[in-house]
């Protein structure tokens, strides 16, 4: 199979190659997939599992990509829930070879069904975005209706989930971003918007929930922001700034098909939107992945066009 593989920590993306793996087998609970879309983050180059194993041995040359959407074409021993030819989308696991490939294997618990009117290059964008979201808002931020959310990098791909699910749950979102993200951030739904280069976060008041993509010293201020009983929730690690009368946490996502389920019926039924910025095929993949352009929105390669 053609894949995109890593060996070099230092060269990142730039270290990027197309190149013939072969085709991973199925081990007991997994399903091989035939990938049709795959998603990228670009901090995998800086996450440990992208270069070593749970032992930390080395497992370069490595293959990248986490997310995808795809069919399901051989079952592992003692695998259940899934099919042969069933459409499926998910999140595929840290330490083993990814979704920038043409075939990848995935535990089947990392699945859910992908319904035949949503597209591949959907699927493929929502599993990371999507289900980060929902547990930053739902399991850790325990967001209830009427209370008010800041969500720093409101225009990306994880902003724009954020924003939507905690618009739907009934809370006030105050989007953060550059001064060219404002159409975008309150086209999906924020209500409010602050120019981190313009103006002054300290306006925005007090707030019950911090969602932070971007740490840092926009970190630190925002939980100075934060109400007693409020929470910080952040996907950049540890968090080194806390809320004076609250929680700060941070989380890695985890895969969840139940999660994936309620996200993926929310885009069916127009709740929900997708994100999804340049869509390249697997032969232009090195070249999208390593465009020099700010990012639009989410980078999906359509293995299969």
């Known amino acids: ?19 013939e793996r072969p085709e991973p087998p199925a081990a007991i609970n997994d399903v091989v997939v035939e990938v049709h879309a795959s998603g990228f983050v670009p901090t995998e180059m800086e996450w440990p599992s992208t270069w070593t194993d749970r032992a930390d041995r080395d497992r370069t040359p490595s293959i990248p990509g986490h997310e995808l959407a795809g069919v399901v074409t051989a079952l592992g021993y003692g695998t259940t829930g899934l099919s042969v030819g069933q459409r499926v989308f998910g999140l595929a696991d840290w330490h083993r070879d990814g979704t920038l490939a043409e075939y990848v294997a995935v535990e089947a618990r990392n699945l859910a069904p992908l319904p035949g009117d949503v597209d591949f290059t959907v699927g493929a964008s929502l599993p990371i975005s999507g289900l ?19 969500v720093h990098g409101a225009a990306g791909s994880v902003g724009t989930m954020v924003t939507q699910l905690a618009r739907e749950f009934g809370a006030y979102v105050i989007g953060t971003g550059r001064a060219a993200d404002r159409q975008k951030t309150l086209d999906f739904g924020a209500q409010e918007f602050v120019d981190l280069e313009n103006d002054a976060l300290e ?8 969602f ?5 010293d926009i970190q630190k201020r925002s939980a100075a922001l934060i109400r007693a009983g409020g929470t910080l929730v952040s996907v950049v690690g540890p968090t080194e700034a806390r809320p004076t009368d609250g929680l700060a946490v941070d989380f890695v996502v985890e895969s969840d098909r139940g999660q994936l389920g309620e996200i993926v019926q929310r885009v069916r039924d127009g709740r929900l939107r997708t994100n999804i910025g340049n869509v390249a095929t697997l032969d232009d993949a090195v070249a999208a992945l390593n465009s020099t352009e700010r990012r639009k929105g989410k980078t999906i390669i359509s293995v299969r066009p």
């Open 1 to 19: 199979m053609r894949a995109i593989v890593v060996t070099d920590q230092a060269a990142g993306t730039a270290g990027m190659t197309l190149v």
């Open 132 to 150: 980060t979201a929902w547990q930053g808002l739902f399991e850790h931020g325990r967001l209830q209706a009427g209370r008010s959310v800041l």
């Open 203 to 210: 306006d925005v008041g007090g707030v019950d929930l911090v």
């Open 212 to 216: 932070d993509v971007i740490g840092g």
